[in-house]
């Protein structure tokens, strides 16, 4: 690969620039605004213990949505059972499980992490390599060895691109060689270290980032998965996560009006500079200012969407469609979900207040809803809360999925 490379000036760090904005376009301004007032309004009627629920929720979602962008396509249901450890005896599908179940594992750790105000620099060297190799972990040889293109290796989880063998071309863009990749996250953490940043400053940083880090495309392979991680821990350090409510995966997934616009968009944003206006760095200007325009218009679409699926009134009502559509479950259960919707948990012995039946009846119906899946609770005895099982979210939860 390397006689096929341009002069040593292609291989300077400088070659990702620009990656922020001297002059802040108005329209990015005014979008950076515009997700974190939405974004602030995302769950803020739910009860603590409720949103947090939701949010495991939101993580499985993101899983899939992250996996259907590389082209696998596991069922909610099947990220479920492997989230309990029940893997598939094929080792596609659980190659395919180990993924997913890596994907909600980090995630969580971030969002536990952000909720305390504990993450690191999101841009810094440490943190991705942590990301690559925490998602990586519990790979099997087969997920770490990588074939083609004439090579063949073994990916060391945690570890950036090295040897000439790691060097591939990625559709049109050639990454930088894999002896600069270090000098170049490097310079990608100091430009967007966000303790240099306001707020609007670190909003736009998560769609400028996302793009550049694929870009320079630093691990062997994963770079997809991290780049989205990376993506979710900025928007807790920027202040718009809305306590892990909303997907960016899903919201690339999809595009706004086309499936196909994220790697559209991405390729756009490998552009060399046009001209003379066209910025000072290496890379287009322009491009970017399109690339980041689109990536907060698709953000602010997710929590836009979220906020309609989790407005309490809204869900309150899916709830009590659920129960009354399910032949097992009786009406009053609708009664003790409301409840403890608005409440985040409720005693056991509230039951029979809260229906208006019987104690053996209403514990009856306790019981129903918690073999729904709709109700656990951390100990046998102790306050139960709200869950979303896969099989209820069609009801619960519409669109939040493609339809199969």
């Known amino acids: 690969m390397d006689k096929d490379r341009p002069n040593s000036s292609f291989e ?37 213990g409720t949103a947090a629920n939701l949010a495991d929720l939101v993580r499985i979602m993101n899983t899939y949505y ?14 479920e059972r492997a989230l309990a450890g029940e893997f598939e005896s094929d080792d596609g599908r659980r190659n395919l499980q180990l993924e997913a179940a890596a994907h909600v594992r980090v995630q969580a750790q971030l969002d536990r992490r952000g909720a305390e105000a504990k993450l690191p620099e999101p841009a810094s060297a440490a943190f991705l390599q942590w990301l690559h190799r925490e998602f990586y972990k519990d790979a099997p040889e087969s997920m770490l060895r990588i ?26 863009l050639l990454p930088p060689a894999s002896n600069r990749i270090t000098d170049f996250m490097q310079h990608f953490a100091q ?46 350090g920027a ?39 066209d910025g000072r ?13 689109w990536f907060l218009r698709v953000a602010i679409d997710q929590v836009t969407f979220m906020s ?22 009786k009406p009053e259960g609708a009664r003790f979900l409301e409840e403890t919707l608005v409440r985040g948990e ?7 207040r809260i229906t208006g039946l019987p104690e053996r009846s209403a514990r009856r119906i306790l019981n129903d809803l918690a073999a729904e899946g709709l109700l656990a609770s951390t100990t046998p005895k102790g306050p139960v809360s709200l869950r979303f099982p896969s099989h209820s979210l069609e009801v619960l939860f519409p669109r939040l999925y493609p339809h199969n």
Do not use: C
């Open 12 to 48: 300077s760090v400088s070659r990702i620039e620009p990656v922020r904005f001297e002059n802040l376009p108005e329209v990015v301004a005014d979008l950076a605004a515009e997700l974190s007032a939405a974004s602030a309004k995302l769950g803020r009627s739910l009860h603590p």
């Open 66 to 79: 992250s996996n259907l962008i590389e082209g696998h396509d596991t069922r909610p249901r099947d990220i």
């Open 147 to 172: 074939r083609g293109a004439g090579r063949e290796f073994l990916m060391i989880p945690g570890e950036w691109r090295s040897l000439p063998e790691h060097d591939v071309a990625v559709g049109r």
């Open 191 to 236: 430009r967007y270290e966000f303790a240099s940043m306001g707020k609007a400053g670190r909003i736009i940083a998560v769609a400028a980032a996302h793009h550049r880090l694929n870009y320079i495309h630093p691990f062997p392979d994963g770079n997809g998965r991290v780049s989205r991680l990376m993506s979710h821990a900025m928007a807790w």
């Open 239 to 277: 202040d718009v996560a809305a306590h892990g409510l909303w997907s960016i995966s899903r919201g690339l997934a999809r595009g706004l009006n086309s499936r196909n616009e994220y790697k559209q968009m991405m390729d756009l944003a490998d552009t060399p500079r046009q001209n003379d206006l």
């Open 281 to 293: 760095g290496n890379l287009s200007e322009r491009a970017l200012v399109d690339f980041v325009t």
């Open 308 to 329: 309609s699926l989790f407005d309490l009134d809204a869900l309150s009502g899916r709830l009590r469609a659920y129960v009354s559509q399910h032949r097992k479950l």
């Open 346 to 352: 409720v005693e056991r012995g509230e039951a029979s």
